[in-house]
C-alpha cells in the first residue's frame, strides 16, 4: 500500500511562488508515474504535472512555464515548484501515481492523502 503525505502549500499573492512536496511511502519503487493533481471547489481533479516512464516530464497547458515537477528517487519527496501564481491555481494539491482514463484524463493508482492546501489571492 503506498501512502502521501503533502505539504506546502499557502497564501499566497498573484504572481507569487510557492514549492509543495510530497512524502511517499510504502511499495512503490520508481518515480516514474508520479504526478501532481489538483482539485479546485466544485471541479474535477486534474493531473497537472507528472513524470512518465523514462523520466520526461510533462504538464498541462495551464501550468506550462510555470510549473515545475521534480524527484530524484522513491526515498526523496517529489516536489511541485510553482511561480507566477495565478487566483485560477487555487486547489487542493495532491500527489499520486497516475493512469490514464482516456484521452487526456488521467485519475490516481492510490488512495488519496488529505492535500495541500493553495489559495492564490490579493
Known amino acids: 500500500q503506498v501512502q502521501y503525505v503533502e505539504s506546502g502549500g499557502d497564501l499566497v499573492q498573484p504572481g507569487g511562488s510557492l514549492r509543495l512536496s510530497c512524502t511517499v511511502s510504502?511499495?512503490?519503487?520508481?518515480?516514474?508515474?508520479m504526478g501532481w493533481f489538483r482539485q479546485a471547489p466544485g471541479k474535477q481533479r486534474e493531473l497537472v504535472a507528472g513524470i512518465f516512464s523514462g523520466g520526461q516530464p510533462f504538464y498541462a497547458d495551464s501550468v506550462k512555464g510555470r510549473f515545475t515537477i521534480s524527484a530524484t528517487n522513491v526515498k526523496n519527496p517529489v516536489y511541485l515548484q510553482m511561480h507566477n501564481l495565478k487566483p485560477e491555481d487555487t486547489a487542493v494539491y495532491y500527489c499520486n501515481r497516475f493512469q490514464r482514463l482516456y484521452s487526456g484524463v488521467y485519475d490516481g493508482l492510490d488512495s488519496w492523502g488529505q492535500g495541500t492546501q493553495v489559495t492564490v489571492s490579493s
Open positions: 510504502g511499495s512503490i519503487f520508481s518515480i516514474y508515474g
